[in-house]
């Protein structure tokens, strides 16, 4: 399945701050960043169970947000895109 994870954690605080280094580190573990606060995952049911338990975890729920969008299979025919590209494509040849 092809995910955007969308966040919103509190930063006046140094546990906010905290929450939100934490919050980056485990999107970073299964998808990539897109934008400061946005990430893409391509990532099957398994690790989609683990991946919101995570987040549910880390977050403050009374003053930080998560919004997860399940684009579906099709996702390449709805993403459209401005400006400079900073993401690559999950199906496409990796060459290291």
Do not use: P, W
Not at 19 to 41: D, I, P
């Amino acid at each position: 399945m092809y995910l955007l994870i969308t966040y919103d954690v509190e930063t006046l605080t140094s546990s906010g701050r905290r929450r939100l280094r934490q919050v980056a580190k485990c999107c970073l573990n299964y998808g990539q960043r897109v934008q400061n606060s946005v990430f893409e995952c391509s990532i099957n049911g398994a690790d989609f169970v683990s991946f919101k338990s995570q987040l549910n975890t880390l977050i403050d729920h009374e003053k930080d947000t998560i919004r997860i969008y399940h684009l579906g299979k099709n996702y390449n025919s709805k993403i459209e895109q401005l400006g400079k590209s900073t993401s690559f494509d999950f199906n496409g040849e990796l060459i290291i």
